[in-house]
C-alpha cells in the first residue's frame, strides 16, 4: 500500500512517525512538502518537495505512482491545496481523508473578533489598537500593507517579502512557544491587539492565553472549510485507524 501524505504540519510529521513506527510490511509512505519553508523538519519516510501543478497534476502523480491512499495533512488554511486534492483523489479514484487539528474555542476572558479574511483583520484593526502582533505568516502580508499609522511586530519562520507593512519589525521563531516567553512578546513590544489564524493546536495557543492575561483583544482569521465529502481526523493516531481499515479492506477484497 501507498499511502501520499500532504504534510508540512506537526500533524504530518506525526502521522508519518507512526506509519514508520509500525514496521509493516508493504507499506510505503511518502511525505509531499510544499517547500515555502527554507529548512523544514524531515518527516520518516520518502520525501518530495514543491507542487504538482494543480489537481490535474495530482491526480497524475497519484496514477503514475500507484498511490493507494491520499491524506491531506497539509496547514488548516491551505485552501487552494485541499481544493486540489479533493479534486484529484476524486479523478483518480483514491481515497483522501483530510487530517485537521481542531480548531480554538474562546473561554471566559477572551476579547476576540472573528473575520473570514486578512482583508477583513486589516480593516478592523485601526478600531482595535496601534501596535500589532501579526502572527499569521510571513504569506498574505499585503494585507496589510496600507494601514501606515499602525506599527507591526510580525512572526514568522522565514523572512517576509514585500509587499509588507512600512512600520514592522520582524521576529524569527518557530513554535511550540512558551506562555512566559509570549507574555514577554506582548509586554516588552507594548503589543495592544493581537491578529492570528485559527491555526488549532498547542504549539501557538499559549498567545491566546497570554492576551488574555492582559486583556487584549485578538482578531480571528477563521479557517476555510474543508472540501465537500471528504472524512476528516483530528489527529494522527485516528488517521493510522482510517488507513489500518483500507488495508484491511484491501487485504480482505483479495482474499475474497
Request: aromatic share 4%.
Amino acid at each position: 500500500m501507498h499511502v501520499l501524505i500532504l504534510g508540512g504540519t506537526t500533524e504530518a510529521r506525526r502521522l508519518a512517525e507512526l506509519l514508520a513506527a509500525e514496521r509493516s510490511p508493504g507499506l510505503r509512505v511518502t511525505n509531499s512538502l510544499a517547500g515555502r519553508v527554507a529548512a523544514p523538519r524531515l518527516p520518516p519516510g520518502e520525501v518530495r518537495v514543491g507542487g504538482f501543478g494543480g489537481a490535474d497534476g495530482l491526480a497524475a502523480w497519484l496514477r503514475a505512482h500507484t498511490v493507494d491512499a491520499l491524506v491531506d495533512a497539509t496547514h488548516p488554511f491551505a485552501g487552494t491545496i485541499s481544493l486540489n486534492a479533493a479534486r484529484a483523489a476524486a479523478t483518480a479514484h483514491v481515497p483522501l481523508l483530510a487530517l485537521r487539528r481542531p480548531g480554538w474555542v474562546p473561554v471566559e476572558g477572551d476579547v476576540w473578533h472573528e473575520v473570514g479574511s486578512l482583508e477583513e483583520a486589516a480593516a478592523l484593526l485601526p478600531a482595535l489598537g496601534r501596535r500589532v502582533f501579526l502572527t499569521t505568516g510571513r504569506m498574505g502580508l499585503a494585507a496589510f500593507a496600507g494601514l501606515d499609522d499602525l506599527w507591526f511586530l510580525v512572526r514568522s519562520v522565514d523572512a517576509p517579502e514585500a509587499p509588507h507593512p512600512a512600520r514592522m519589525e520582524v521576529l524569527l521563531d518557530r513554535g511550540p512557544f512558551s506562555l512566559a516567553g509570549e507574555r514577554q512578546v506582548l509586554s516588552g513590544h507594548r503589543i495592544d491587539v493581537v491578529v492570528t489564524k485559527d491555526s488549532g493546536g498547542a504549539a501557538t495557543a499559549p498567545k491566546l492565553t497570554a492576551a488574555r492575561e492582559a486583556g487584549l483583544p485578538v482578531v480571528v482569521v477563521r479557517r476555510p472549510p474543508v472540501p465537500d465529502g471528504v472524512p476528516v481526523a483530528a489527529g494522527p493516531a485516528q488517521a493510522v485507524r482510517w488507513i489500518r481499515e483500507l488495508r484491511e479492506r484491501a487485504a480482505y477484497q483479495r482474499g475474497g
